[in-house]
């Protein structure tokens, strides 16, 4: 009877720490991926090294402390990942660790604005025609090239191109303009 | 070509390339030497990540964006032949607007620099004050060279710098610019405490004021302080304090020049656009740093009316009585119906102040860069405003004896009353706009004073 009701639990406990896991997870995965990726600059790679940090971040929540930040928790394990794939990649650059470090304090510095950054983007998109947000999803969509969508919709590559960078630089101006009235340089 | 350029062209790159080994190598070595750089490169990955995020997560599929993008193709054929009449319209009024300032980019590709400022348009505000037209934005490196406009830019830490006439200035940061000639007026909050004004001279760095620095062809630079303090430092690194009412020059062998009182007429129409007021015409000065007194025999502006500002971004405690800024012409027999503005209401207020040693009558138009929500023309109107409304550091009438008080202290002396007194009120249609006359007579041979308190919408 004892050991039925530790299983329950334990079952209980484990159920519910899954839970906050993934809400947890579900909420910081964003900015750990992009954390990542201001680390490795390859996408590749920072998807490869976003899914091993949640693996071990799920490894690893027993040990995670409630009271504290779970998104600067889990850039701690991304940092670590960083480093060890790059003592293990022979192919690869490695990154120095004094630049981990100067770039994983200007993210802290900027976590603000960051922030503030990502709500801009959201709006801005939100205010683009659904032509032009298609468009921009062809850049990351990696199994959809140019060429593709040039010879199915009968618009040159170049033409995809540089609507590309138009959207982007209207883009870019719309967020910027919203951070500036928020303040933020 | 900077870091920061460098940066921008690397990450520009197509992705294959960008992630290349030499070119990885290119940005973290940029990245170890300057931290400007680290910043950009930070917000940029950030915003490729945060577009990934926000585009890939509702994505149903290849083909559905294939099916969207023929249809797209389709509608927007269709759309051509009208698109190209609203082109050649949209081109029209787009040219004109752009030629009102020339804007020299100085690294136009350069599109990760850092916005740090916008334009705040003097022109074509609708209604509420806002720009009918797209607002320009400011880059770092950007160079702005201006013939005859009025321009006015905020910068993004704060500062506001506005001139009119002939200008060249470069923008080097939210904290910086360099005049290379011409004179402009910054106005400096203290949240941007130690704006610098770069000139070929030297640097002027704010203490949380407003000052104008005037740079001639030979590189010479004037610096004059209306209020606060800025030192003054020449490229011998010499440098001094220049305290409100002060005026120093510095020429480009870095020889400063003897204190002088500022002449804050070199910079009167920038200092009314620093201050919220678009267009002035007429015998008007404004105070950054008004007289302390503000009663009868000090005929402080004599042949010319002085304006100030009170209070900005100030909200009413509870609700006030003010004359409306109904469109039409106004005088003490006919004046504007009374309204009330409601409690939390969010002003600026402005003080107009006119009193001469002599009878004289002074005319003044102004439009403001926001909606008046009103007027308070008498002279009860005005006293019971002095404590709340009014400057804590300035003695206005009622706080004088009464020998020492004007007869009549009022704008149209008693609105709707029916006693003439020769002051008209003109508000105009579109809201922000009016003319003020003035009548200045000797009452019993005491001097008249027309003071009035205007109410302008204000930013939260």
């Known amino acids: 009877m004892a050991t039925d009701d530790h299983h329950v639990d334990n079952t209980t406990l484990r159920a519910d720490g899954q839970r906050e896991f993934v809400r947890l997870w579900t909420a910081a995965s964003r900015r750990v991926h992009s954390y990542i990726l201001t680390l490795v600059l390859n996408w590749t790679d920072a998807e490869d090294l976003l899914q091993d940090v949640g693996v071990t971040a799920w490894e690893k929540f027993g040990e995670f402390d409630a009271r504290k930040d779970f998104v600067a928790w889990a850039c701690g394990i991304a940092r670590n990942k960083v480093l060890t794939f790059n003592q293990q990649s022979v192919r690869r650059l490695v990154i120095s660790s004094e630049l981990v470090e100067q770039l994983t304090d200007a993210v802290r510095l900027e976590s603000a604005a960051l922030e503030q950054q990502h709500e801009a983007l959201q709006d801005c998109l939100s205010r683009l025609n659904e032509m032009d947000r298609q468009l921009l999803r062809l850049r990351y969509t990696p199994d959809l090239s140019v060429k593709v969508v040039s010879a199915e919709t009968g618009r040159s590559v170049d033409a995809i191109y540089k609507s590309l960078q138009r959207i982007y630089a209207r883009l870019n101006e719309c967020v910027s303009r919203k951070l500036l009235l928020k303040g933020t340089p | ?460």
């Open chain 2, 1 to 460: 070509m900077t870091d920061l350029e460098s940066l921008h062209r690397l990450l520009s790159l197509e992705r294959e390339e960008r992630e290349s080994p030499e070119v990885v190598a290119s940005i973290r070595e940029i990245l170890s030497r300057d931290n400007e750089a680290c910043r950009a490169y930070v917000r940029w990955t950030y915003f490729e990540a945060s577009l990934s995020w926000h585009l890939t997560g509702d994505l149903d599929g290849h083909q559905e964006v294939l099916r969207h993008l023929k249809t797209e193709r389709r509608r927007q054929q269709r759309l051509l032949v009208w698109g190209l009449t609203s082109i050649a319209t949209v081109l029209t009024i787009m040219t004109g607007y752009l030629t009102t300032v020339v804007i020299r980019k100085s690294v136009p590709e350069l599109q990760i620099a850092p916005m740090i400022g916008w334009y705040l348009p003097q022109e074509n505000l609708d209604q509420h004050g806002r720009p009918t037209q797209p607002v320009a934005l400011l880059r770092t490196g950007d160079r702005l060279q201006t013939r005859g406009e009025h321009v006015v830019i905020q910068m993004s830490q704060g500062a506001t710098i506005a001139w009119s006439g002939l200008v060249d200035l470069e923008l080097r940061s939210p904290q910086e610019v360099f005049l290379h000639g011409g004179n402009i007026c910054v106005k400096v909050p203290a949240r941007a405490l130690g704006f610098r004004v770069m000139s070929p001279a030297g640097t002027t760095t704010d203490f949380g004021t407003q000052f104008g620095v005037s740079v001639g062809y030979d590189g010479t630079t004037e610096v004059h302080v209306m209020q606060g303090k800025v030192e003054l430092k020449s490229m011998t690194q010499e440098s001094c304090p220049i305290i409100a009412g002060g005026a120093r020059t510095l020429d480009v062998q870095g020889k400063l020049g003897p204190q002088r009182v500022a002449n804050e007429s070199l910079f009167s129409e920038p200092l009314l656009m620093l201050n919220g007021v678009t267009h002035v015409r007429g015998d008007v000065r404004f105070w950054p740093q008004p007289p302390r007194n503000l009663t009868v025999y000090t005929a402080i502006t004599d042949k010319s009316i002085g304006m100030f500002i009170e209070q900005e971004k100030y909200v009413l405690p509870e609700p006030l009585s003010v004359y409306a800024p109904q469109a039409g012409s106004f005088h003490s027999g006919a004046s504007p119906k009374l309204i009330e503005l409601p409690a939390g209401t969010i002003c600026r207020s402005y003080f107009v102040h006119a009193d001469s040693s002599e009878p004289v009558n002074l005319h003044v138009e102004f439009t403001f860069d926001r909606p008046i929500l009103g007027f308070l023309l008498s002279e009860s109107q005005l006293n019971a405003t002095d404590r709340t409304i009014g400057r804590s550091d300035l003695n206005y009438p009622i706080h004088f004896p009464v020998e020492q008080q004007p007869q009549y202290r009022a704008f149209m002396v008693s609105p709707g009353a029916g006693s003439g007194s020769g002051d008209r009120l003109a508000i105009l249609p579109d809201g922000r706009s009016l003319r003020l006359d003035l009548a200045l007579p000797m009452n019993n041979g005491r001097p008249d004073v027309d003071q009035l308190r205007i109410l302008v919408a204000d930013e939260s």
